[in-house]
């Protein structure tokens, strides 16, 4: 049976894990529709009377109420769907190549890189993340290429320290020795060897990376640092803060409720697919 065959009928095993990734299916759809179509992209237009309770009779654009300013809560929504994986998923591509390269080569080589790279992950991680994060976006000025250079430049330090550690461990098996023996290069079991067995973490680091991206930004956003000319959950909680004592709540609730779910899939199924992958694990 093909390791991708073996993947599948673990995870069909756990109903819990189809059913969180039918949850991210649908929040990336939901920002595909928004990428390609254009959906919701009127969101700025007032369409009715300010603070609107949720209302069926009206169209669906009026199903979560109104704003401040009469504009659509769920076209909002969307938008800030899309900006979540947008963001979320874009920080883990560019961050997992970083920590995957640095973890691999300070645990197989040590010595002088190893102290260098460990030098470099101690030193961002004393810095406290999210003055370093709100540091870089002051630095680079607001907007969605501030956030991704600002998460970007931390997100990779967990992936390498944990590819480290697994490396330091898996330098001196038997396989590597093997490997080493019939004269594979240092690219060969770097690559074809040791990342295949440590593969598992890379998936739950990735997981983490997309879940600390969507809450920095979120973050961000709240804070006036994120993205702009766009409307992104952060920015719904901070227009919300003000809404509660008048007995609006629907917009705190559509844009609080979106990110549980979406965070609380990612963990999920990242922990399950984890356990699928792990080469050690047994069903």
């Known amino acids: 049976m093909s390791t991708q065959n073996r993947l599948v009928k673990k995870l069909l095993k756990k109903p819990i894990a189809l059913f969180c990734l039918v949850v991210l299916a649908a929040y990336v759809v939901v920002a595909g529709i928004v990428f390609f179509t254009g959906f919701g992209s009127e969101w700025a237009n007032p369409l009715a009377a300010a603070h609107l309770p949720p209302t069926f009779g009206s169209g669906y654009r009026l199903w979560f109420g109104t704003d401040v300013m009469g ?12 900006v979540s994986i947008n963001v979320g998923f874009g920080t883990a591509i560019l961050s997992a190549p970083i920590g995957i390269i ?6 197989y080589f040590g010595g002088w890189l190893d102290e260098v790279i460990s030098w470099l992950m101690t030193t961002l991680s ?9 540091a870089i976006s002051y630095a680079l000025g607001k907007g969605l290429f501030a956030v991704y250079v600002a998460l970007t430049s931390t997100s990779w330090i967990g992936l390498a320290r944990i590819l480290r550690g697994e490396v330091l461990k898996h330098r001196r098996m038997e396989y590597l020795i093997a490997a080493e023996a019939i004269g594979a ?10 990342l295949p067995n440590v593969f598992h973490q890379v998936v739950l680091s990735l997981s983490f990376m997309v879940e600390m991206g969507i809450r920095s930004e979120v973050l961000l956003s709240y804070l006036g640092l994120g993205v702009q000319n766009l409307p992104s959950w952060g920015k719904m909680i901070d227009d919300a803060k003000g809404e509660l004592h008048n007995g609006v709540w629907w917009q705190l609730t559509a844009a609080t409720v979106a990110m549980f779910f979406l965070l609380v899939s990612l963990n999920v199924f990242g922990d399950y697919l984890r356990d699928a992958l792990d080469p050690k694990a047994r069903y």
């Open 185 to 194: 290069s240092h690219s060969s079991r770097l690559f074809r060897h040791i």
């Open 71 to 82: 504009r659509s809560i769920l076209l909002k929504l969307v938008q800030g769907v899309y």
């Open 102 to 107: 640095l973890g691999l080569l300070a645990g």
């Open 126 to 134: 004393s810095i406290p993340g999210i003055l370093l994060l709100i």
